[in-house]
Nanobody, 123 residues
Framework: VQLQASGGGLVQAGDSLRLSCRAS????????MGWFRQAPGEQRRFVAA????????YYANSVKGRFTISRDNAKNTVYLQMDNLKPEDTANYYC?????????????????WGQGTQVTVSS
């Protein structure tokens, strides 16, 4: 499956952004979807994940209560709504897909990755 992420940008602390990731090439509902982020000089880290049906969502503690992951299976798209953004949320955000049903926060579970979209939050 090919993944195309979009929606990043430069915002101020407290603002909101919505990232989108459109999938193509394979059956979207075969995949659990995740969002990860990577800041300069750091490892890529889990942000959020959502099950194939959209019924289960998982979040990193650092974003719980501020970010919401959702998916529209009719549009082959997964979203990440980011509210109350903080400067520490600054990173390149990647969407990822997996057919596995293991731990959604484990980066090695995912074998399909988008190109990333940059989010920069100024204080």
């Amino acid at each position: 499956v090919q993944l195309q992420a979009s929606g990043g940008g430069l915002v101020q602390a407290g603002d909101s952004l919505r990232l989108s990731c459109r999938a193509s090439g394979r059956t979207f509902t075969d995949y659990n979807m995740g969002w990860f982020r990577q800041a300069p000089g750091e490892q890529r880290r889990f942000v959020a994940a959502i099950a194939r049906s959209g019924g289960g969502a998982y979040y990193a503690n650092s974003v719980k209560g501020r970010f919401t992951i959702s998916r529209d299976n009719a549009k082959n798209t997964v979203y990440l709504q980011m509210d109350n953004l903080k400067p520490e949320d600054t990173a390149n955000y990647y969407c990822a897909a997996t057919v596995l049903s293991g731990r959604p926060d484990r980066i090695y579970e995912y074998d399909n990755w988008g190109q990333g979209t940059q989010v920069t939050v100024s204080s």
